[in-house]
């Protein structure tokens, strides 16, 4: 085993020790090093990731959403629309499922977010969309996608992170 040294100063509160143990295995150095950096508030919503995100089903919808470019009036059929990134849990699979949406009346397809319909029919039965098939990531591959958009938005309204 490589041993890495860092000069960066962390926080240590009660939960940072579990929180480290916990995060040794879905993430690398950087990101726990940045999450040390965080308050105690912050590092206990990390370490509720953690727990409830790999090897438990208490998170079962996860939705980044994109408020940067919408506007009330616009939010429908003007252009400035609500962009997500949804994520769904199956429990049998212990994989997550990620769909696009949109605040747009328009056609939006689900499976690589953009404007159009692009199902497939043989008939009159649904086969698939011509775009390919629905992004599926492992729950370490969510842990590491929910806390590099805890750190990348920290701070900013415009992007909210919904969990159900």
């Not at 240590?12 to 995060?23: D, K, W």
Request: hydrophobic residues 30%; aromatic residues 14%.
């Amino acid at each position: 085993m490589t041993e890495i040294k860092t000069n960066e100063t962390i926080n240590v509160f009660p939960c940072t020790y579990i929180l480290i143990s916990r995060a040794i295995r879905p993430l690398d150095h950087e990101t726990i090093t940045k999450i040390c950096q965080q308050d105690e508030n912050f590092q206990k919503r990390v370490l509720d990731f953690l727990i409830n995100i790999c090897g438990s089903s208490v998170y079962t919808d996860i939705e980044f959403q994109d408020w940067s470019e919408y506007e009330p009036d616009k939010s429908s059929n003007g252009g400035c629309y609500r962009f997500s990134k949804h994520y769904y849990y199956n429990k049998d699979s212990d994989l997550w499922t990620l769909q696009y949406e949109t605040s747009a009346d328009m056609e939006y397809c689900p499976i690589c977010g953009h404007f159009g319909n692009h199902e497939e029919y043989d008939d009159d039965t649904f086969i698939g969309y011509s775009c390919g098939s629905a992004k599926i990531i492992s729950s370490t591959k969510m842990i590491q996608t929910v806390i590099s958009f805890m750190l990348n938005y920290k701070d900013d309204t415009n992007h909210i992170m919904l969990v159900r």
